[in-house]
């Protein structure tokens, strides 16, 4: 079966769309599926350091598109997990140096050796966006449960159904449930009740996510982490799978901990 | 640009060959392309962009007398008329009077942010208006959905029109010269009717009991 394409992009910066990506590459690298990360944010690129890849880059996507090298000269296995590659972006160009061709190109390379293919797409609605969009299978849409995030997500949905990539599967991400509790953030209902798409994720607000991007090892691996779980459960449900939600109220709470203790002592 | 009429593929080619055959003319030049009567679906509309932005070129507008190609071009971001409907500066008087029933598009979707529908005539939608995305009728407006967006209609001057939706929650409400903003703390979402009252902007609830 050929390899799907698919792209993580959100509209708005900053909301955890590289975070995303190198995080479902590496749960679906950890199922024993084969995985391509491609970084589309040419000029800006940040995939390689959440994946702890930096210095091992030689060729980059440019190169592969201008014909300095061939495709698999630039991909770049990780650390970790053997099944996963990264295809870097390069630092020193800027969008126009690809175009929306060479990406479906460039997938349609890679199609028939691996079973997933995820595109890092840049922030924005412009070239790099289209560039990211253009080979996609499915479109995976990152936000955060803020006004500014939601009002970009609505657009990037719109534009995706208008290049007919739809319909956008959404990713809520850094989610507080305590906040959400005290009425003081929007809650995923809120979100889903505005955007009217279908949700693949739902990813709490973890600590270990800034540790584990500063380390340049992808949180799925620390199986503690409830981010890590999260992303799990999406790359699971990308397979097929039918993963139900955890419940969203904040199991933390020491009044539910007190509770539990409780009825696990009443038992 | 003015492409002949005939097969889309042919036309397609003929636009294509012409840029190359003048590149140094084009060459950064934002294009606005006549497609007559060619109704286009998004894809083929999306791909002549990328091929035009890949020759260094923009697509900037579309012009069509096809309704579909209008609104496909529209959905990506491209202008469809080469001057803009909403008039400078507020009210201006009607040349023609729009006539009830005359002249409305029907758009059954969800218009999301940064989508802009602009209609000389009366624009019904079956759907939600998010916010960020615009209406701009000549006529009313009227939406089987939530109104979040912003809506302008009469945009050509007529006083009596009106905006109606079953969430009447807009971010802006402009009637003809008068604008209007949704109160902050609203009740419980209710079918509303909008429209100009003695100078002013007015939203009544509909009520099926009353009058």
Redesign the interface.
Known sequence: MPGKVVTITSGKGGVGKTTATANIGAALASYSQKVVCVDADIGLRNLDVVLGLENRIVYDLVDVVEGRCRLRQAMIRDKHLGDLFLIPAAQTRDKSAVSPSDMVRLCDELRPDYDWILIDSPAGIERGFRNAIAPADIVLVVTNPEVSAVRDADRIIGLIEAEEKGPARLVINRLKPEMVRRGDMLSAEDVLDLLAVELIGLIPEDEHVVMSTNQGTPIVLNGKSKAGQAFRDIARRLQGEQVPFPPLEDQNSIFKRVSRLFRAGGN | MIPADGEWDEVHKAILDHIDEQRGFFQGARLALDLGNHAL???EL?KLR?EI??RGLTLWAVLSNSPSTEQ?AQ???LATRLTKLRPEGGTRPLETTLHSGENAILVRR??????SLQHPGHVIVIG?V???AEIIAGGDVIVWGRLRGMVHAGALGDEDAVVCALDLAPTQLRISGQIATTPQHRGKPQPELARIKDGRVVAEIWNPKGK
């Not at chain 2, 969800?110 to 989508?115: A, D």
């Open positions: 679906k998004a894809a999306g990328d932005s890949e496909t959905t990506l971001g969800t218009l999301r942010s940064g989508f939600d998010n916010p960020g």
